[in-house]
């Protein structure tokens, strides 16, 4: 027999707030039981209902805010309370980055058991309408009559009813309502679970994700939005590898590093980072941290379609980029050839495995870039030390996984921590962006 679910009480609980979990929610404790209040700050007393109870602990939302924190704003986004794509509205910027530094030292200090000689002061920039990519459910509610179109509530479970969003690229920002009337036109309303956007520089793509054959009738609804709002559309009928364009006939997506006199191609599925502000901060940080010169050697691993590898090699004499899927390496190459750059070798390597044998390896580097996905690169890390650079800068989207790999780079490999800092890729998130800088002792 099944053990019966406790019932939450229906009345509100007062509770003292006296942290931020990693996901942006208040934590305070009642009854001696730990309690993750959506939408309370620390410093706040708040009365709040409890939707979720665990062994250890229970979660709530809050309801009133008794006494608030001074760092409390009023949220930009009307539907706050109930979308899940903002953690942070409700606290001001500044605060949001103070926050988020804490976290880096936090996670270095008490994970890593290091501290860098020097910190960094934030890399921040306007902290609106700057989501160039985004992947956003989509579901038909009959009893709302049409095709909801967002990111997900806070509790995950429904896609929220929204009418704009203030943190997507401008092209998408106010278009939810009419990808929502799209998709209602449609034959497979009821079988598009999800819509991904991208933009570049000039010029966005939506990429539908749809779970039953299209009619001509749709194909040709959706070439008529796409002629009106000048917005490429893709299909995804099956797996990531079946995605294709419908219209128009020919459509390119890039962005340009103005400083590095660079133009790059990519994919709507492609891997770019999603602020392209910050993405320029860090890629300028990033070359003048390494300072390769016209005889130096650079690796640079996880390298994607070449954000980092492309600037690197306007400065240094050859450059190695390192990266697990094959499509980025060629979109790699073809940016490089794009871009007039042949001082450059991609490679295609699964980098949680050995690589040292490899011949591009051998040869031996001055500098090397690490921009691993959120697992981290401790598997790589004796790779990083076995190849002689004298530097290392280490960008990363999980502050506790940089942590672990700081302590063994230190610890184990003989670096010292110089600089670290955070990266406000995505403003209003709990996400952290952050970059380090490693120097052999």
Same mark, same amino acid.
């Given at each position: 027999?099944?053990?019966?679910?406790?019932?939450?009480?229906?009345?509100?609980?007062? %509770?003292?707030?006296?942290?931020?979990?990693?996901?942006?929610?208040?934590?305070?404790?009642?009854?001696?039981?730990?309690?993750?209040?959506?939408?309370?700050?620390?410093?706040?007393?708040?009365?709040?209902?409890?939707?979720?109870?665990?062994?250890?602990?229970?979660?709530?939302?809050?309801?009133?805010?008794?006494?608030?924190?001074?760092?409390?704003?009023?949220?930009?986004?009307?539907? !706050?309370?109930?979308?899940?794509?903002?953690? *942070?509205?409700?606290?001001?910027?500044?605060?949001?980055?103070?926050?988020?530094?804490?976290?880096?030292? $936090?996670?270095? #200090?008490?994970?890593?058991?290091?501290?860098?000689?020097?910190?960094?002061?934030?890399?921040?920039?306007?902290?609106?309408?700057?989501?160039?990519?985004?992947?956003?459910?989509?579901?038909?509610?009959?009893?709302?009559?049409?095709?909801?179109?967002?990111?997900?509530?806070?509790?995950?479970?429904?896609?929220?009813?929204?009418?704009?969003?203030?943190?997507?690229?401008?092209?998408?920002?106010?278009?939810? @309502?009419?990808?929502?009337?799209?998709?209602?036109?449609?034959?497979?309303?009821?079988?598009?679970?999800?819509?991904? #956007?991208?933009?570049?520089?000039?010029?966005?793509?939506?990429?539908?994700?749809?779970?039953?054959? *299209?009619?001509?009738?749709?194909?040709?609804?959706?070439?008529?939005?796409?002629?009106?709002?000048?917005?490429?559309?893709?299909?995804?009928?099956?797996?990531? #590898?079946?995605?294709?364009?419908?219209?128009? $006939?020919?459509?390119?997506?890039?962005?340009?590093?103005?400083?590095?006199?660079?133009?790059?191609? !990519?994919?709507?599925?492609?891997?770019?980072?999603?602020?392209?502000?910050?993405?320029?901060? @860090?890629? =300028?940080?990033?070359?003048?941290?390494?300072?390769?010169?016209? $005889?130096?050697?650079?690796?640079?691993? !996880?390298?994607?379609?070449?954000?980092?590898?492309?600037?690197?090699?306007?400065?240094?004499?050859?450059?190695?980029?390192?990266?697990?899927?094959?499509?980025?390496?060629?979109?790699?190459?073809?940016?490089?050839?794009?871009?007039?750059?042949?001082? %450059?070798?991609?490679?295609?390597?699964?980098?949680?495995? $050995?690589?040292?044998?490899?011949?591009? +390896?051998?040869?031996?580097?001055?500098?090397?870039?690490?921009?691993?996905?959120?697992?981290?690169?401790?598997?790589?890390?004796?790779?990083?030390?076995?190849?002689?650079?004298?530097?290392?800068? +280490?960008? =990363?989207?999980?502050?506790? #996984?940089?942590?672990?790999?700081?302590?063994?780079?230190?610890?184990? +490999?003989?670096?010292?921590?110089?600089?670290?800092?955070?990266?406000?890729?995505?403003?209003?998130?709990?996400?952290?962006?952050?970059?380090? *800088? !490693?120097?052999?002792?």
């Amino acid at each position: 027999m099944s053990r019966r679910r406790r019932k939450l009480p229906a009345e509100p609980i007062e %509770i003292e707030i006296t942290d931020l979990s990693h996901d942006g929610r208040g934590v305070g404790r009642h009854q001696e039981k730990a309690v993750f209040v959506h939408g309370a700050l620390p410093g706040e007393r708040v009365s709040a209902r409890l939707i979720d109870r665990n062994r250890r602990f229970d979660e709530a939302t809050c309801e009133k805010v008794l006494e608030p924190s001074s760092d409390r704003v009023e949220p930009e986004c009307p539907w !706050f309370d109930h979308c899940g794509g903002c953690a *942070l509205q409700h606290l001001d910027h500044d605060a949001q980055l103070e926050w988020k530094h804490k976290r880096l030292v $936090d996670n270095l #200090t008490r994970i890593g058991e290091v501290t860098p000689e020097e910190w960094w002061d934030p890399i921040a920039a306007e902290p609106w309408f700057y989501r160039r990519r985004s992947r956003l459910s989509a579901r038909l509610v009959k009893g709302k009559g049409r095709v909801l179109v967002g990111f997900r509530e806070p509790q995950g479970r429904f896609v929220a009813d929204v009418g704009n969003c203030r943190v997507l690229h401008p092209d998408f920002s106010n278009r939810l @309502l009419s990808l929502s009337q799209l998709l209602g036109t449609l034959s497979v309303a009821d079988a598009v679970p999800q819509i991904e #956007t991208a933009s570049g520089d000039e010029g966005s793509a939506i990429v539908i994700r749809h779970l039953r054959p *299209l009619t001509a009738e749709d194909e040709q609804a959706l070439k008529a939005w796409s002629a009106d709002n000048d917005i490429a559309v893709y299909l995804q009928p099956k797996g990531p #590898t079946t995605v294709h364009r419908l219209c128009p $006939d020919e459509h390119q997506l890039n962005y340009r590093l103005d400083e590095f006199d660079l133009d790059l191609a !990519f994919h709507p599925q492609h891997f770019i980072q999603v602020n392209a502000a910050i993405n320029r901060a @860090l890629v =300028s940080k990033a070359v003048d941290l390494l300072a390769p010169g016209p $005889d130096d050697r650079v690796l640079d691993l !996880f390298c994607g379609l070449g954000n980092f590898t492309l600037p690197l090699a306007t400065r240094a004499g050859h450059v190695t980029g390192v990266e697990g899927a094959a499509e980025l390496i060629e979109a790699g190459r073809d940016n490089a050839q794009r871009n007039g750059l042949n001082n %450059i070798d991609w490679e295609v390597a699964n980098l949680v495995e $050995d690589v040292s044998t490899r011949p591009w +390896y051998r040869a031996g580097f001055d500098q090397v870039l690490i921009d691993p996905p959120r697992s981290g690169a401790l598997e790589i890390l004796p790779v990083v030390a076995g190849s002689g650079a004298r530097r290392v800068v +280490y960008v =990363s989207c999980n502050p506790a #996984t940089l942590a672990r790999d700081a302590g063994e780079l230190v610890r184990e +490999y003989g670096f010292r921590l110089r600089n670290a800092g955070i990266a406000d890729m995505f403003p209003h998130t709990a996400h952290v962006e952050s970059i380090a *800088l !490693f120097e052999r002792r």
